[in-house]
């Protein structure tokens, strides 16, 4: 069984229910990264799930190659319309290794990045995106900004569901030294008890922008969301575009 620390992790845990329970509509975000693209234009999204931008990003003509780090994910993209014809590497976001670009374009979405559970792996993952990149191409990345006063004592629990025949419970534990939040998601139902543990690592946008600038990118542009909103000091997340040199 992986930890953590190790990229098939998430897709251990989630990837047999992950598109019943995480909502995500890509039709904005695939409208955005799409305006970025230019013709023949090459893309990497880095951790594709499921496919669920990939495959209507890969639909509007541009050529999309993936990197994910769980097989289980991979193969519930394969299965769906579109999945297969996605190149995809089974590998680590971080190193990007089988991948050489270059790129006109790499995104991360859904706070994927906070899913590296080191500020070094992280830098890791900036450093090999703008390897990857052609020169002037973009890094778009859609992260929370963590609201720290959801936090009561470093912990919080919150109750997702309550019925008479199921509980559903999130348990959370705060580190503001490591930035680190772990998780562990309880449900309670006929079948049992099931445990869904995750830990993110959360870097704050001036941080992030930091990440780029070690890396050789520099950042063009900051939004509350795919709609371009502006980002404010009220924003509780960013999709942010970083441009290499």
């Given amino acids: 069984m992986s930890t953590f620390g190790d990229p098939s992790f998430y897709g251990e845990r989630y990837a047999h229910e992950y598109d019943d329970r995480t909502e995500l509509d890509p039709g904005p975000a695939v409208a955005f990264l799409s ?3 230019p013709a023949g234009g090459r893309v990497l ?22 990197i994910e780090g769980s097989i289980e994910m991979v193969e519930r993209m394969r299965a769906r319309p579109g999945g297969a014809e996605i190149s995809t ?5 971080a190193d990007l290794d089988g991948l050489d670009g270059p790129y006109d374009l790499a995104y991360l979405v859904f706070n994927t990045l ?18 990857v990149l052609a020169p002037g191409g973009l890094f778009v990345i859609e992260a929370f900004v963590q609201d720290l006063t959801v936090f009561d004592r470093g912990q919080r629990v919150n109750t997702r569901a309550l019925s008479e025949d199921v509980v559903d419970m999130e348990y959370q534990l705060h580190d503001p030294v490591a930035q680190t939040v ?11 008890t099931t445990l869904r543990p995750l830990l993110l690592r959360y870097a704050w946008p001036s941080e992030l922008d930091l990440m780029a600038r070690l890396a050789g990118l520099r950042r063009a542009a900051r ?23």
């Fill in 35 to 37: 305006k970025l693209v």
């Fill in 114 to 131: 906070f899913n590296l559970t080191s500020q070094e792996r992280q830098i890791d993952c900036f450093r090999n995106v703008a390897r």
């Fill in 45 to 66: 999204e880095l951790a594709t799930g499921t496919g669920r931008v990939a495959i209507p990003l890969a639909a509007t003509g541009v050529a999309v190659d993936g």
């Fill in 182 to 192: 772990t998780y562990q998601r309880v449900t309670i139902d006929a079948a049992g």
């Fill in 89 to 93: 590497v089974v590998g680590d976001m």
């Fill in 223 to 245: 939004y509350s969301g795919w709609d371009s909103a502006p980002f404010t000091k009220t924003s509780n997340q960013h999709v942010t575009v970083y441009e290499k040199a």
